[in-house]
């Protein structure tokens, strides 16, 4: 069975920065898209960034400019460069890897807590 590893959130002032990292526990293949999503208390969850496997990416318009989303495809690990960080970025950030083998399936990381406060 596949976890995801998630690590880098903590407390930081706005305007300051910080680096998320997720990589899956155990073996996997197939993999077409690894991103980050964020659910703030009361709020749906919502797209940040993915990264797909030809190196594309696509980024919630609040964070273009802001936020930069890259991988390291022989460790299949994501990261989630996160800079000029806003209190409205304070949310749970959840990892993401899609597998598309015969069939789509994805994995979802326990999610690390993001604050941005002053």
């Known amino acids: 069975q596949v976890q995801l590893v998630e690590s880098g959130g903590g407390l930081v002032q706005p305007g300051g920065s910080l680096r998320l990292s997720c990589a899956p526990s155990?073996?996997?293949?197939?993999?077409?898209?690894m991103g980050w999503y964020r659910q703030a208390p009361g709020k749906q969850r919502e797209m940040v960034a993915t990264v797909f496997s030809g190196g594309s990416t696509n980024y919630a318009n609040s964070v273009k400019g802001r936020f930069t989303i890259s991988r390291d495809n022989a460790k299949n690990t994501v990261f989630l460069q996160m800079n000029t960080l806003k209190p409205e970025d304070t949310a749970v950030y959840y990892c993401k890897l899609s597998q598309w083998t015969d069939r789509a399936y994805d994995y979802w990381g326990q999610g690390t807590q993001v604050t941005v406060s002053s």
């Open positions: 155990g073996s996997i293949f197939g993999i077409n898209a």
